[in-house]
Structure formats: C-alpha cells, structure tokens
C-alpha cells in the first residue's frame, strides 16, 4: 500500500529539529530518521537536518552488511562546513567500526576503520572553532578502542617480555 506523504511547513522545521534530537536522545533512531527525511523533503541542504539524518543511521549500525555506510556518507559528504564534514565522517567511521566490534569481528579487522575515523577527527581539530575539542575527545575515544583491542599494549608488552624481537608500537603508527 502506498501513500502520499503530508509536507510539513518551513515554520516547522525548528520544532522537528527538536523532535529529532529527543528521538535520538530516547534512542529511536528510526524515528528521528523519518523526521529528518521529512524536514529534507521541504529544506534539501538544511544543514542540521542533513547531519543529524546521517547519525540518525549511524545510531541503528548492527555490524552487518544491511548497514548503510554508503548512504550516510553521502549524507555527510553535503555537509558545506568543512569542520562537520570531517567530524561527522569521523563518527561514521568510528561507529562503523564499534558496531562490527559488537559483532565479534576480529579486531584486526577494524583497525583500519579506527585510524581513519581519527584522521578525520584530526583534521577536524585543525579546523574546530574555540572552545570547541569535540574532535580531540573523539580521537581520545578511538585510540583507547585501539589500546583496549585483543593484542594491544598489554598483550604487546607481555609478548615482548617473552621475545626478542620487536614489537612496532601502534601508536606511534596513528600519529
């Protein structure tokens, strides 16, 4: 069955702007998404609309292939504020990566992901307005994922402890 979706009013969009951030708050996702699809239907490149649908999907990543990484960024790559771009591909990445954790991907695995999320959260820090270190907390989010990670600092130092060759640090190589 289909219907014809009703359009909300321009005068509108502020209120569904909260409502969206009170569904994401309340954690449904879905819900905040098709609000989000609806203030785009009236506003296409509304700015807040546009970031908060992309991690509206990003709140419902299971880990599994029925993800829709492509989709958000694309989201994300209309985002015109370099910062938001950079930041917002940040989570995407780290939220990828979290949500294949959760699934028992092997950690190897999301190695990659990790890194790139904290490339974009340091390239977001160059450009983040005062007072703002949002990137910094994110990149500080990810290291520790990559410290906590099966084979990590611990396991590395333990290993040394049992071998003479080398480890090569980890951090040294996302710096």
């Known amino acids: 069955m289909e219907f014809k979706l009703r359009t909300i009013s321009k005068s509108a969009i502020p209120e569904a702007i909260a409502k969206v951030q009170l569904y994401r708050n309340l954690n449904e996702p879905?819900?905040?998404?098709?609000?989000?699809?609806?203030?785009?239907?009236?506003?296409?490149?509304?700015?807040?609309?546009?970031?908060?649908?992309?991690?509206s999907i990003?709140?419902?990543?299971?880990?599994?292939?029925?993800?829709?990484?492509?989709?958000?960024?694309?989201?994300?790559?209309?985002?015109?504020?370099p910062f938001e771009r950079l930041y917002?591909?940040?989570?995407l990445y780290e939220r990828r990566a979290k949500a294949q954790l959760r699934t028992g991907r092997p950690p190897e695995s999301l190695v990659p992901w990790l890194e790139k999320a904290m490339k974009c959260f340091e390239d977001a820090e160059k450009l983040a307005p005062a007072?703002?270190?949002?990137?910094?907390?994110?990149?500080n989010r990810c290291a520790r994922i990559l410290q906590e990670l099966p084979g990590g600092e611990e396991e590395e130092a333990a290993f040394e402890a049992?071998?003479?060759s080398p480890v090569p640090d980890r951090r040294n190589r996302l710096k």
Do not use: M
């Open 162 to 164: 049992h071998d003479a």
């Open 58 to 81: 990003t709140d419902q990543f299971t880990g599994h292939a029925s993800d829709r990484y492509t989709e958000v960024e694309g989201i994300f790559e209309k985002l015109t504020e």
């Open 30 to 55: 879905e819900e905040s998404e098709s609000i989000c699809h609806d203030i785009l239907a009236v506003e296409p490149e509304n700015q807040t609309a546009l970031r908060l649908l992309g991690l």
């Open 131 to 139: 007072g703002n270190d949002d990137a910094i907390l994110r990149w």
């Open 88 to 91: 917002c591909s940040g989570l």
